[in-house]
């Protein structure tokens, strides 16, 4: 099978472990999605790897954490149709992932790519409070 194989079998892996992690956390936040002022979209696409990066980061803690909370995460493929419920103001997303703040719907704040943890959660405290956002956020 040689190098093909193996380049192959390595993205079968990570695709599975996208979807997986996907399908977990849109079980778990479903129901915060339909009770939230907020919503957190993700843009991402298969064999993205800061999309990877940032489900092996954060996509298990994202939904206990205050941010979590206060905007629960759904994730959409770029490549696919966006949910009819939202209304994307920044145009079409074209880098992933791509981190769209939405409140009641409509986006008031957008974070392109992910680097790290750290400036990540920075972005997202400054446009929550941004957008009137009321949280505790966690001190350093």
Same mark, same amino acid.
């Given at each position: 099978?040689g190098a093909t194989?193996?380049?192959?079998?390595?993205? $079968?892996?990570?695709?599975?472990?996208?979807? $997986?992690?996907?399908?977990?956390?849109? =079980?778990?936040?479903?129901?915060?999605?339909?009770?939230?002022? #907020?919503?957190?979209?993700?843009?991402?696409?298969?064999?993205? +790897?800061y999309c990877r990066?940032?489900?092996?980061?954060?996509?298990?803690? *994202?939904?206990? $954490?205050?941010?979590?909370?206060?905007?629960?995460?759904?994730?959409?493929?770029?490549?696919?149709? #966006?949910p009819e419920d939202?209304? +994307?103001?920044?145009?079409?997303?074209?880098? $992933?992932?791509?981190?769209?703040?939405?409140?009641?719907?409509?986006?008031?704040?957008?974070?392109?790519? *992910?680097?790290?943890?750290? #400036?990540?959660?920075?972005?997202?405290?400054?446009?929550?409070?941004?957008?009137?956002?009321? *949280?505790? =956020?966690?001190?350093?």
């Amino acid at each position: 099978m040689g190098a093909t194989g193996d380049v192959a079998r390595a993205e $079968t892996a990570a695709q599975t472990v996208d979807t $997986t992690v996907a399908a977990t956390s849109e =079980a778990e936040t479903g129901e915060a999605i339909a009770d939230s002022e #907020f919503r957190l979209l993700m843009v991402e696409q298969v064999g993205c +790897i800061y999309c990877r990066m940032w489900n092996n980061d954060l996509a298990p803690i *994202y939904p206990k $954490t205050p941010e979590g909370k206060t905007a629960p995460l759904q994730r959409v493929d770029l490549h696919k149709p #966006f949910p009819e419920d939202i209304t +994307i103001t920044g145009g079409k997303p074209l880098f $992933t992932p791509t981190f769209i703040l939405l409140q009641d719907g409509v986006e008031v704040a957008r974070i392109e790519g *992910y680097a790290s943890e750290d #400036f990540f959660w920075g972005l997202l405290d400054q446009a929550l409070k941004k957008n009137g956002a009321t *949280y505790q =956020a966690p001190s350093n």
